[in-house]
């Protein structure tokens, strides 16, 4: 059912709203209101001064009093009378004509292939649990292109290109459905538990291997980012399968396995940036062992075979430099200290009450294994270990020192990084290190069990750490990604053929256009007029800054005619300040006429949005 709308006449500029945080887009400038940069549109008629406005609250029900020169619902237009000097604005409730055939009109300015996702005939609501949310729209539509399109995209969307070549053939083959996908996601999830089996059983036998898969499987960040189509589950499965073969490498280092891990480290340079920490951390740590250690031969080896994957980046190379210069990450927050603490809490989904509680206990694990190591190391304190009933290593903890500082020293480089080059921080760039964490943790369950505390304490917190993260994890993957949905429903249940939708901030296109039919609507983004499926991020905070909104108006509403005016917005976006607020006043002062069919909703969706519908003048 679609929503009851708001009709409003020439109201009062509203105050803008506070700057929400803590996701994609959040504000950081803090901007004040100011007027409008740009007179009216010139084909507009001219507009009562601010004291001979029509009151602009909403239409009452008929039979009670409304708004003095304003015609309530029900009542004939002859009883409406307006006052004196005043002409009457007669207000209606848009209602959707009947359309025989959409006409082909203007589109979104580029000739969008045709899928087998192609939206629902119009007026259809689009239904489905969980759409699309925006990263996920734009890893689908520049997927989709062909292969030298896609490089160049890739260039203007600041990602490498290994997750996207794949996703290319896998919608090839099963199409571009939003569970297809997704499903694409979740098959390489699954593909990473017998990794993790293999890794633990590698490090500290079988029931190190048992703990790793379920502490894996049962992460909530794990379980979120099986459900989208991003490239973190690649992420991963690549970061398992790497830390497995540099194992085996120094266990026994052969040509096979050594070619597998540049292989391997190779295709993680390729899916994720912030492999290069992890590698860097790993290959810091081969070295020191290469010096010092007491398999210097076989580290040397190992350290050239990771070194070797770096062969499959150099190619790359110059799109990195050239999104290094131009894209970043304008809409993240900047990298701090904190950024270690804050990974760990989202490894452990402790934005739910289940999730904090697995947040202490991944804590407290990490705190038993560190206990364990340290008193089985110097002959001093054996004896008290034997007293807690650590009479023989822990197993897999001779590999835990080793696993916990390369995962610490990756968060240390990526937070110097960041500092150093203005690079922004986002959780789930993290999940180059998840899989020593979920090591670090099975490592510390082992050891409670072989305490003595016994089998059956180990057993209960392996349980815990199981029903405490399905549920935090949960909240992620039931939880609705965006409202884009519900707007393109009302959208295709109530817009015309020509009809003009404008979306600002263009992060807004890409979600909501995918559910729209092509060739039907003319749809335009603010400010750069691009085509919204896709977002090109070079310069994206010095295009903002230097927009003009009042222009940007003009040109929309020249554009638009006798059409109607939809716009999708929202505010607090980064770099973008009020400019999507000033945006929506302009168009309310140029077309009085309007309706806010969809609200935002910030507490259900995690990507939310408004949409404004604007009469012809």
Known sequence: MVPPRRVHVVPAPRAAPPDPSGRRGAASVALSPSTLRSPLPMNEPELPSSDDRLPGDPLAPSGTPGPTGVRKLGESPDTAQPPDGRVAVAVRLFEPEPVDAPAAAPTDGDSRAETDTAAPPLGRPVVGPCGLWLDETLT????????????????????????????????????????????????????????????????????????????????????????????????????????????RCLQRPTFVRMFLLGLATGLLLLTHYWALYVVAAAGSALALTALWGPVRGRA???????????????????????????????????????????????????????????????????????????????????????????????????????????????????????????????????????PL??????????????????????????????????????????????????????????????????????????????LLPDRVYTQVTFPRWDPPDRINWVDYAQVNGS??????????????????????WEAGYRTLGFDCQELRDTLELARPVYSEPIQSDPGRYYEHESLMRFAPA
Not at 175 to 201: F, N, Q
Not at 217 to 234: G, K, V
Not at 547 to 567: C, D, I, K
């Open 140 to 247: 689908v539509n520049i997927s989709k292109l062909p292969l030298p399109k896609l490089f160049d995209a890739l260039r203007h969307d600041g990602s490498p290109p290994a997750y996207y070549l794949l996703l290319h053939f896998w919608m090839r083959l099963f199409g571009t459905g939003t569970w297809t996908v997704r499903s694409l996601a979740g098959l390489i999830s699954v593909l990473t538990l017998p990794a993790a089996w293999a890794l633990g059983r590698a490090l500290g036998g079988r029931r190190l291997a048992a703990a790793a898969v379920v502490v894996m499987a049962c992460n909530p960040f794990a379980l979120r980012y099986a459900t989208e189509n991003r490239m973190y589950s690649l992420v991963v499965l690549l970061t398992t399968v790497g830390a497995l073969l540099v194992v």
């Open 300 to 434: 040397r080896a190992t350290l050239a075979a990771l070194c070797s994957g770096g062969l499959l980046f150099v190619p790359w190379v110059p799109s990195f430099l050239f999104q290094a210069a131009h894209t970043g990450t304008p809409w993240a927050t900047a990298a701090s200290p904190m950024m270690i603490i804050e990974a760990l809490g989202e490894f452990a989904g402790w934005e739910q009450p289940s999730g904090i509680a697995l947040f202490v206990v991944f804590l407290a694990m990490m705190a038993v294994v560190a206990l364990a190591v340290i008193l089985m190391a110097p002959r001093i304190t054996r004896p008290l270990a034997g007293v807690l009933g650590w009479r023989r290593p822990v197993p897999g903890s001779r590999w835990a020192t080793p696993v916990a500082g390369v995962a610490l020293l990756a968060m240390v480089y990526a937070m110097v990084g960041g500092m150093l080059s203005g690079a922004a921080f986002a959780y789930r760039y993290a999940s180059v290190v998840l």
């Open 437 to 514: 964490v979920v090591l670090l943790v099975a490592m510390g369950i082992v050891a409670v069990s072989r305490s003595r505390l016994g089998l059956v304490t180990g057993a209960a917190t392996l349980v815990a750490v199981a029903v405490l993260g399905t549920t935090a994890g949960a909240a992620g993957v039931l939880g609705a990604r965006t409202q884009a949905t519900v707007v393109a429903a009302e959208i295709r249940a109530a817009a015309r053929p020509g009809d003009v939708i404008a979306y600002c901030p263009d992060q807004l296109g890409p979600a909501v256009s995918r």
């Open 547 to 568: 927009a003009n909104v009042g222009v940007f108006a003009r040109e929309l509403l020249n554009l638009a005619g006798h059409h109607q005016v939809w716009l999708v």
